[in-house]
């Protein structure tokens, strides 16, 4: 394979000196132009049907598409056929353009004014191959003789024009393609796009949409940059035109050229959702435009429920969104690494602690509530997981928010369970865990009933000392405890060593809320050091704070002494 590289051609690059996007930066959303219902259609093992389309068309319209194209109606009669029923059954918002594709051949454009008819507002887009692999292989004919197809097409597309206007009042705008722009001699692309302005009568206040197509991704993206500036530089009618990009994904790098080709001064973007086309595809408008949105551009696209635009897109193409696709793959708001759902953990403990106006979350780039998404499937647990993982799961799934301290004892304990499985874990498996290691553990000391009440002693400096009384079962007996102490945390301990349970060191505890309104429960988290000096860690849960406490103290003490 080493020298099979040879009989490949490097792409010529563009003689660009002072090429000005490197400069630039993204400030306002393009004009989109959606070409799945023709460009991404033609690519389809199985094209949609007339309904399949129709639905298409509808979503396009609702996620924002002020112009799409609808497809080819001169090609077939299933084209012509989805062409008319938009029309006739009034399905065209007046604010939205539809956009024909037709190739520069006069019976195809005479047809496909037959299609249009009816219609408000209408893009006629034409084109012809330009390229200098096509002159040579397909055409036979020199840049004169591919002018030549496209002016006399550009006349024709002009006198049918007038004549529709006449007739009908449409508003009718035209759109060129020198196709496989990419692969033509960037003087020759220059020269074309001039002659066919001035054959359409193109003017400042009547601009004609001038699309550069990436037919075939044939360089790296600076290189497209610098073929859209110099047309753009040289073109002698540019204020007569809206500059246009059609990119294609065959490099795997259709988004960098589309972006570099907008900074390079590129108005308008024809792409697809999720990228749909020919061979590696068209470019990927939902990533275009999120990536836009995620640097604070307002793309004037709706993604906010990304699920439903994939589900109609996985309905009526047949087609599938992988798991990795940028914003809507079923993976991509999603971290297995343990440093990444810890560093994730913080960041949105950050947010919710610092009240911040800014996004700032560690490993993802938007909210994931931005497009319909939701933080339960953000971490996932497997094997390579770290301590911080779990402990989000609890906390976003469950509403259980664990100490640090105790991030790495829950951590080891789901880590095992995943390696025994050999896959990952879901939360509710992780619950289970939770519940098996701390809310269940009832041996050795079960304590089986419990109360406090405060004792009324006089002498006690103004305070009132609190009175624990229980029954807790060990050794397969039942034992009465009871004893006072300035709190219920001393007063229970002090019960404990009424049986023989002492040493244990109170380290700390927190608490807080696990559900709201009247059946609102408290969880409290007890760090004790048990009488060798480890750490010892349980919780408790009880619609009475101290109870809930006092629970947590019988775990720690029971789960140190199984350990």
């Known amino acids: 394979m080493n020298n099979g590289c040879k009989k490949y051609i490097p792409f010529r690059q563009i003689n660009l000196p002072d090429r000005t996007w490197p400069q630039k930066t993204i400030t306002k959303a393009p004009i989109w132009c959606s070409v799945d219902l023709r460009d991404g259609n033609q690519a389809l093992i199985d094209p949609m049907n007339l309904e399949e389309k129709l639905k298409f068309f509808q979503l396009l319209v609702d996620v924002g598409f002020k112009e799409i194209e609808i497809g080819f109606p001169s090609a077939s009669e299933t084209e012509y056929e989805i062409c008319r029923a938009l029309i006739e059954r009034n399905l065209i918002p007046d604010d939205v353009t539809i956009q024909v594709l037709v190739q520069a051949r ?15 507002n209408v893009i006629v887009h034409f084109y012809n191959s ?49 196709e496989s722009f990419s ?76 972006e570099l ?46 699920h439903h635009v994939r589900d109609i897109y996985e309905h009526c193409t047949g087609m599938k969104v992988p798991p990795r696709q940028p914003y809507a793959g079923d993976l991509v708001f999603t971290a297995f690494s343990g440093s990444h759902q810890d ?10 602690t610092h009240q911040r106006p800014y996004w700032e979350v560690p490993y993802l780039p938007i909210d994931p509530a931005d497009v319909g998404r939701e933080y339960e499937p953000v971490i996932r647990i497997n094997s390579q997981s770290g301590k911080g993982g779990a402990a989000f799961v609890m906390q976003q799934s469950f509403g ?15 880590k095992q369970a995943c390696d025994k499985a050999g896959r990952e874990l879901m939360p509710k498996e992780i ?38 009384e229980g029954n807790l079962c060990f050794q397969h007996e039942d034992h009465p405890i009871r004893a ?30 696990i559900s709201r309104g009247a059946d609102s429960k408290a969880v409290s988290y007890i760090h004790l050091k048990d009488p060798n000096g480890k750490d010892a860690f349980g919780i408790g849960i009880d619609s009475n704070i101290s109870l809930a406490s006092i629970k947590g103290i019988i775990c720690a003490i029971n789960r140190s002494k199984r350990a």
Do not use: W
Request: charged fraction near 25%; aromatic fraction near 8%.
């Open 261 to 306: 080709s907008l900074l390079a001064g590129a108005e308008r973007v024809e792409g697809t959702l999720f990228g749909n086309g020919e061979r590696t595809g068209n470019v990927d408008i939902v990533t275009l435009a999120m990536n836009m949105y995620s640097q604070g551009v307002d793309p004037k696209l709706n993604f906010s429920d990304i």
């Open 130 to 178: 330009t390229s200098t692999l096509q002159r040579k292989i397909v055409f036979r004919k020199d840049m004169d003789g591919i002018i030549g197809i496209a002016v006399d097409a550009a006349k024709l597309i002009r006198q049918l024009t007038e004549k529709e206007i006449a007739e009908t009042g449409m508003n009718i705008r035209y759109e060129y393609s020198p």
């Open 484 to 513: 006072v102490g300035n709190g219920p945390i001393d007063a229970f301990f002090r019960a404990l060593e009424q049986v023989g349970v002492q040493n244990y060191k109170f380290v700390t505890y927190q608490e807080h809320a």
């Open 343 to 352: 560093a994730i953990k913080k960041g949105v403990d950050y947010m919710h």
């Open 431 to 468: 619950y289970s865990l939770f519940n098996e290691e701390y809310l269940e553990v009832n041996s050795p000391y079960n304590l089986k009933s419990y109360k406090l009440h405060e004792e009324n002693e006089e002498g006690a400096a103004g305070s009132n000392p609190v009175q624990f």
């Open 106 to 120: 006069e019976h195809l454009i005479r047809k496909t004014f037959d299609a249009i008819h009816g219609a408000k």
């Open 400 to 414: 259980f928010n664990m100490p640090k301290a105790m991030h790495p004892e829950f951590g080891a304990v789901v």
């Open 183 to 258: 692969g033509t001699e960037v003087e020759n692309s220059v020269r074309i796009c001039d002659e066919v302005l001035e054959a359409l009568g193109a003017a400042p206040e009547k601009k004609v949409i001038l699309n550069l197509p990436d037919t075939v991704e044939m360089c790296t993206p600076n290189t497209f940059a610098d073929q859209v500036e110099y047309c753009i530089r040289n073109i002698k009618h540019r204020d007569c035109a809206v500059i246009s990009v059609h990119p294609h994904n065959d490099r795997g790098t259709g988004v960098a050229a589309t």
